[in-house]
C-alpha cells in the first residue's frame, strides 16, 4: 500500500514539473498581449500625395509695339487667328527719353543725312522704318531728360543741327501661347515689318486653376 502511494506521489510531481518546465503550445490567445507589449512604439505613417510635375508651356512674345504701330499691329495679329492663344499687354510708359532727328521727306533724304552723320563722327543711329516716325534717325536712348539734354549738346558741338529731345512713346506686348512652326514663322515675319521691336521665346507664365 505504501508503495502504491510513493509511486502516485512520485507521478504527481513529473507532471507537476513538465508543467512548469516543459515547451509551453503558443495559441492566438496568448500571442496578442505578447505583440501589444510594443504597441506604443508603433508610428502610423500617412500616405505621400503624388507629386504631379507641372508641364512646361512655351510662349512667344513679341514686344516694343509703339502707340503709332498699335493699329497696323493689331491687324497682323488678328490675320493669324490665334483666338485665346494670343494675350495683348498694355505697358504703362516708363519715363525715358531718345535724341533724334525728325522724320525726312524720303528714303533718300534720310541715306543723305545718314552720310552726312558719319561724317560727322556719328556713328551709332538707327533709322525708324514705320509709324508715325517713320524715316526719323535716332541717334540714342536715356533715362532722363538732363542725359538726352546733354548728349544732344555734344552733337551740337559736333555739327549736327537738326537733333532734338524727345520722350518716347508707350510699348505694347503680344503673347502667343503654344505657337505652331507655322505660327513661329509668321511672327518672324510680322515683326520684321517693325524696326525697333523683338520677338523671343520663354516659359508661359503659369494659368491660375480655376476654384473647385
Known amino acids: 500500500m505504501r508503495a502504491l502511494f510513493a509511486v502516485l506521489v512520485i507521478a504527481n510531481l513529473a507532471l507537476a ?14 500571442e496578442i498581449p505578447s505583440r501589444q507589449l510594443n504597441a506604443d ?4 505613417v500617412a500616405p505621400r500625395p503624388a507629386v504631379v510635375v507641372p508641364r ?14 498699335l493699329v497696323a499691329a493689331r491687324t497682323a ?16 510708359p516708363s519715363p525715358g527719353w531718345w535724341v533724334f532727328i525728325p522724320p525726312l521727306s524720303s528714303r533718300a533724304e534720310v541715306v543723305k543725312k545718314i552720310a552726312e552723320l ?8 538707327y533709322i525708324v522704318e514705320s509709324g508715325a516716325m517713320r524715316n526719323a534717325v535716332s541717334l540714342g536712348m536715356f533715362s532722363t531728360e538732363d542725359a538726352a539734354t546733354t548728349f544732344l549738346e555734344v552733337q551740337r558741338e559736333r555739327g549736327v543741327r537738326s537733333a532734338r529731345v524727345g520722350q518716347r512713346e508707350h510699348r505694347h506686348v503680344f503673347r502667343v501661347r503654344e505657337p505652331d512652326a507655322p505660327t513661329a514663322a509668321r511672327l518672324g515675319e510680322i515683326k520684321a515689318n517693325f524696326p525697333g521691336t523683338e520677338l523671343k521665346t520663354l516659359d508661359c507664365p503659369a494659368v491660375p486653376s480655376a476654384p473647385r
Open 17 to 30: 514539473a513538465y508543467a512548469l518546465l516543459g515547451p509551453r503550445r503558443v495559441t492566438p490567445d496568448t
Open 118 to 125: 558719319e561724317g560727322l563722327g556719328v556713328r551709332e543711329h
Open 56 to 69: 512646361k508651356v512655351v510662349c512667344m512674345e513679341w514686344n516694343g509695339v509703339s502707340d503709332v504701330d
Open 41 to 44: 512604439q508603433i508610428t502610423i
Open 77 to 92: 495679329i488678328d490675320a493669324l487667328q490665334l483666338g485665346e492663344r494670343i494675350t495683348a499687354i498694355d505697358i504703362p
